[in-house]
């Protein structure tokens, strides 16, 4: 019965409610305060390519490595109950390798991308194991099983590249984190594309999602049902790990440039916020990724929002946490109920009154 | 004392949305009665129970204690108004201590120290014989003491209202009767009982009057000795109880020439004592014996469910090793959990996911079964179980008790096992539902699927097994079939006497 | 969450040093060191920055056993383990004690025993809240001056009209401030006009964000005054996005600070247009003064600052004042 009260209020979006909701207020608040907010221009960049630009694009290119993260974290956040706070870390050590591979020659080339990034997703799986042992077999809560890469995750990545911040220039990784000549559109934003039509083909050539979800919401019955929910933990945490290492990609070309005391510093926060905006459980259990992708925008567009008003980044994060709280607690199961009864209430009414009327 | 009315309930409405749950219930409770509340799953008892206790607030009616008209918004109101409840589902705090337990959120509690809170609730436990320590992590004490913990609670508060919901469903038959003792004690101090339960032989030990909802509506209020057992049941379900007699009459079950499905030498497990066991094709047989002889371990040895310790297995003769529940479903063994909750529904998923569930598995990660075909499976097994469900999309958590167990049975003929173990799968299952599970029990042996059956209930064993295999404290105690197969014989075996009956 | 990873780091670092101390301990006790001169030195952890690291490198190369020392080093960002360490110097009995504190305050009573002990005292990079006696000198970098380099630099150019967007470092860092203060001098007396002024937490991609977010808005500006290389590298990357030219020649001015190699080589190839540096050399100074090659006047020292333009810089400036790689 009570679900009947959750679709009055969802509108049969369901889960998707709270991030559509949420985008759509913010869109909504721009056009208001910018009719012009969202105009995207043609412009020529310095390479001479034709590219859209304008601060559409700057939201959803911008947003492309949480998104991608929070994809992966989704997963881990349903299999595990828990989510990983290394994937900041995690996403420096990757892009250092990835550098790290590049730098062993002068010359840049698309094989040697491919192998660079190859390696970044191989040491980022591998951490991403480590995690996942410590969640899956020692069974220690995901956020402090994480807190170890989180706390030395930098550190490593800072050995890799001795210290140094190491910068790359070439066109590849200009066309990896830019503009690939003749296509308009940025390239984080395909690879976010790819990344989750990989996730769409997981599910739909795989049972990982049932397992997944099965695991999460109950172990116990999970395993009588020979669900090896060890397994499934560990292989959330392995695909956040090649999650980690494209974004630690991504952020390197953006700039050609690896900072490892900087790059995606404090994603992991952003991440599990885009994960909790999505509508998921940060208990574990069911999930839908596209929440977590929508999430992650309105994240970015909050904050473009924010500095298009020209409001001080150091406050940036202060109205960041308002708007989210807001967020979390009007998707929280108190006011869903309260505004379930309400609606069905309100209805309630208008149905006596169109019997009195007839 | 009987006479004089305690609590009186009204022409109590409530609406859910496209549901009328009450339509105009009357319900009387009088002081120093036990009064058994009695319905099929969604007649209405609980919400009835929901209302009473302030969960729910009712659409229409009155409700008056001792003449006096009260409204009851929040469960403290009705706490602070005498009414106090034991639910179904523990609702506890696992992880705090028992005395704990026993004084949370009790006002009268605010400036009590906790070596009195202790003093207090050893006193309590003592004095209503309940074998935990104040002390004790709740989490620590079986389901059984915690239910008993749960009702020293709210008779500690005084209450002059006392509703058991489904109090005795964890308990074996020592602890009922200590319950019942403890009733019977309240009772004689003048505390209004409201008993909820699903095992008729209780409610004709205990209570005194009974209650009988259907379909959200009264149907009438007797006194207990007044109405033959055949009749209650006849009007819970609404109908003549034909059907129920037949079962009881089935032929010969027996099925000696088939061939041995299944054959365990020493299984053992690190919750269960070696024990020899076999089962031929299309045979049912069950396990018995009181809660904690080791019955359900026993079985979760067979499936692999605890970890194997030791033992020789064999299927149809070929030496085996399972030592994982996957081990076992490969070799086409279905396990239904005997609890429901923990153990078998994946509660937020939908029913077609909780269907397909195990045979995906089987199938492996790589084959998914595709969305049409699991929309064809659910709604075939939602037709063939009649399953009472919304749509095959609903969260299999929000469906009745009853179907959540049809739709794991579905889940596991969806496998199509060679070897079903239920262990309990009528637990808290309305009669017509436990009907339709012994009929399906019956079916499946009969196209040669065996079955091993754990049920609390005796009678519904010896009604579709053709072998008992008795077990008290942790050993098997002995195997009775054909002519020893009656109440009597059963009882005598799961008391004592353990060598007379062993056949080997 | 930084301070905290640091806080981590810095136990990490603390064990680490209680463990060399028992062994160097236990060798010590037994004789001298062969006459080489024995230096303490107490500083923040190179992993703090690419400058931290260049300072620490600077401060081994030059207190090496080859030019006759022995070094014991000990790394925190925390006050209190740095006093600790400082204490476990002065009971070994090093010659002289160098400290780049974490905090200005809580040196007195270390430093007082340190004299007691006749223990030289030297400051580099940050100065300490402590009376002049108790040190033999400081040997510090004046952030102003740094930006008023900067700043001067710029003005220099004698552009028509500045509008300048002005990308800050982590808020309240003596860097910050420093490369802060001169160019708010400028917005203040109307010189300069702020197109905007956002930090970034020396964060690139950050930084990115901002010059995106001006770069939408179609406000006009002509200077990127970016407090490190890494933010100037990000607003760069956001101009390049929007085809907006840069450096000598460009319609925009890219100034960065740090000086790193591969910013000086940005420099160099004409991509940006200035690069200041708050200098980490400050070893051969203090080296110079022990070894008596110089005496001093005053005892704040003040370590010379170098800004470089585009137009005037040399592989050889790059070869020797570059950063890093």
């Known amino acids: 019965m009570s679900k009947n009260k959750k679709k009055i209020f969802s509108g049969g979006l369901g889960q998707l409610t709270i991030p559509v909701v949420a985008i759509a207020l913010l869109v909504i608040f721009n056009l208001i305060r910018d009719p012009s907010f969202f105009g995207v221009d043609l412009a020529h960049n310095n390479d001479g390519n034709i590219v859209l630009s304008g601060n559409l694009i700057s939201i959803i290119n911008g947003a492309s490595e949480l998104a991608i993260l929070a994809m992966g974290m989704t997963l881990v956040t349903a299999a595990c109950g828990g989510q990983d706070i290394s994937v900041g870390a995690a996403a420096a050590i990757a892009g250092s390798v990835f550098v790290k591979v590049l730098k062993t020659s002068p010359e840049i080339s698309g094989g040697k991308v491919l192998l660079a990034f190859i390696c970044a997703c191989i040491v980022a799986m591998i951490f991403g194991s480590f995690n996942g042992t410590l969640v899956a077999i020692f069974k220690i809560q995901p956020m402090i099983a994480t807190l170890i890469l989180y706390t030395c995750g930098r550190s490593i990545a800072y050995w890799i590249n001795g210290g140094a911040t190491p910068t790359l220039s070439s066109p590849i990784i200009t066309a990896i984190g830019s503009f690939i000549p003749g296509i308009p559109i940025p390239t984080p934003v395909l690879i976010v594309i790819a990344m989750a039509i990989v996730f769409k083909l997981l599910f739909k050539f795989t049972a990982l999602e049932l397992f997944t979800q099965s695991v999460g919401i109950n172990q116990s019955a999970a395993r009588l049902n020979g669900i090896n929910s060890t397994f499934i933990k560990l292989l959330s945490f392995i695909i956040l790990g090649v999650c980690v290492a494209v974004s630690g990609s991504i952020g390197v070309s953006r700039l050609g440039l690896i900072n490892h005391e900087t790059l995606l510093l404090d994603v992991e926060m952003d991440t599990i916020l885009a994960v909790a905006i999505g509508g998921n459980n940060l208990g574990g259990g069911k999930f839908k990724i596209g929440g977590s992708i929508i999430g992650a925008y309105v994240i970015q567009m909050l904050t473009i929002t924010l500095y298009a008003m020209k409001v001080s980044s150091t406050d940036v994060k202060a109205y960041k946490a308002i708007v989210i709280i807001l967020l979390v607690v009007i998707g929280s199961p108190v006011v869903k109920e309260k505004f379930g009864k309400f609606m069905s209430k309100l209805l309630e009414n208008r149905s006596k009154e169109t019997v009195k009327g007839a | 004392m009987q006479d004089e009315v305690l609590l009186q309930m009204r022409h109590i409405d409530k609406k859910f949305p496209g549901v009328l749950a009450l339509n105009g219930v009357d319900f009387t409770l009088r002081k120093g009665e036990i009064h058994a509340l009695m319905g099929e799953n969604g007649a209405g008892k609980s919400t009835l129970i929901k209302v009473l206790t302030g969960v729910y607030r009712m659409d229409g009616g009155e409700i008056t204690v001792e003449g006096e008209k009260i409204s009851i918004h929040s469960p403290q109101d009705a706490q602070n108004n005498g009414i106090s409840t034991v639910y179904q589902e523990i609702t506890l705090c ?112 205990v209570s005194d009057r009974i209650t009988v909802l259907r379909n959200g509506e009264l149907v009438g209020e007797y006194l207990t000795e007044e109405l033959p057992q055949v009749e209650l049941v006849a009007k819970m379900i609404g109908k003549e109880l034909d059907e129920l007699m037949d079962l009881g009459e089935t032929e010969e079950k027996e099925k000696k020439e088939a061939e041995v499905f299944y054959e365990a030498k020493a299984l053992s497990s690190s919750d269960a004592l070696p024990f020899d066991f076999s089962i031929r094709k299309g045979e049912v047989n069950g396990f018995t014996g009181l809660l904690g002889s080791g019955r359900s371990e026993s079985v979760r040895a067979i499936f692999g469910a605890d970890k194997v310790t030791g033992g020789d297995v064999k299927i149809k003769g070929k030496p085996v090793k399972i030592t994982s529940p996957i081990d076992a479903m490969k070799n086409g063994i279905g396990y239904l959990a005997e609890d429901r909750k923990r153990d078998g529904i994946i509660a937020e998923l939908s029913v077609r996911e909780n269907i397909i569930l195990a045979l995906q598995v089987l199938n492996g990660m790589f084959k998914p079964i595709s969305r049409s075909e699991a929309e064809a499976f659910a709604d075939e097994y939602i037709k063939v179980l009649n399953i009472k469900t919304a749509s095959r999309e609903t969260p299999v958590g929000s469906l009745s008790g009853g179907n959540q167990q049809k739709v794991i049975l579905a889940r596991w003929l969806l496998t199509h096992p060679d070897y079903l173990i239920l262990d309990e799968p009528t637990r808290g299952i309305d009669v017509g539902t436990k009907l339709e599970i012994q009929k399906l029990v019956l079916k499946l042996a009969e196209d040669g699927v065996s079955v091993t059956f754990i049920s609390s209930e005796v009678e519904e064993m010896l009604r579709t097994c053709s072998r008992l295999i008795v077990m008290r404290d942790r050993h098997i105690v002995g195997e009775l079939k054909g002519a020893d197969l009656n109440q009597t014989k059963v009882m005598k075996t799961i008391a004592g006497g353990e060598t007379e009956n062993v056949e080997k | 969450m930084k301070r905290f990873k640091a806080m981590v780091m810095a136990g990490v670092l603390a064990l680490s040093l209680v463990l060399t101390a028992c062994g160097a301990g236990g060798s010590g006790s037994s004789g001298g060191s062969g006459g080489l001169i024995k230096v303490g030195v107490i500083n923040n952890p190179p992993s703090e920055s690419g400058y931290r690291e260049a300072n620490v490198k600077d401060m081994e190369a030059v207190f090496s056993e080859a030019n006759g020392y022995e070094l014991k080093t000990f790394y925190s960002l925390k006050n209190d383990e740095q006093l600790q360490a400082a204490q476990g110097f002065i009971t070994e009995g090093v010659d002289y004690l160098l400290i780049s504190a974490a905090e200005t305050t809580g040196w007195d009573e270390v430093l007082t025993k340190a004299k007691e002990a006749g223990i030289k005292v030297f400051l580099f990079d940050r100065m300490i809240d402590v009376d002049e006696s108790l040190y033999e000198a400081a040997v510090v970098s004046d952030m102003a001056k740094e930006g008023e380099t900067a700043v001067q630099w710029l003005l220099d150019q004698k552009l028509d009209v500045y509008n300048v967007i002005h990308i800050q470092g982590a808020m309240g860092s003596d860097a910050q401030i420093g490369r802060t203060g001169a160019l708010d001098a400028q917005f203040a007396n109307g010189t300069m006009n702020l197109v905007v002024q956002q930090t970034a937490t020396w964060d690139e991609a950050e930084a990115k964000k901002i010059v995106e977010s001006v770069i939408n808005s179609g406000a006009d500006f002509n200077v990127i005054y970016a407090e490190n290389d890494g933010m100037a590298k990000g607003a760069v990357a956001a101009l390049d996005e929007a085809g907006i030219t840069h450096g000598v020649n460009g319609k925009v001015i890219v100034m960065g600070f740090d000086c790193n190699r591969w910013a000086l080589r940005e420099l160099l190839a004409g991509n940006w247009n200035y690069d200041g540096q708050c200098s980490p050399f400050q070893a051969q100074i203090i080296s110079d003064i022990i070894q008596g090659k110089t005496t001093i006047s005053s005892k704040i020292i003040i370590n010379e600052e170098k800004g470089f333009d585009a137009t005037t810089l040399t592989q050889n400036d790059i070869d020797t004042y570059g950063l890093g790689e």
């Open chain 2, 94 to 205: 696992p992880n705090l201590t028992v005395a704990e337990n026993m004084f949370i959120g009790r006002e009268d509690g605010a400036w009590i120290k906790h070596k009195d809170y202790e003093k207090r609730a050893d006193e309590i436990l003592t004095r209503l014989n309940i074998p935990a320590r104040s002390t004790q992590q709740l989490e620590n004490c079986s389901l059984a003491v915690q239910q008993m913990v749960a009702i020293a609670r709210a008779v500690d508060m005084k209450c002059k209202v006392l509703i058991l919901d489904e109090p005795t469903s964890s308990l074996d038959d020592k602890e009922v009767n200590m319950l019942f003792t403890l009733m019977k004690d309240l009772k004689s101090q003048g505390v209004g009982i409201i008993f909820v339960t699903h095992f008729l032989e209780q409610v004709y030990e």
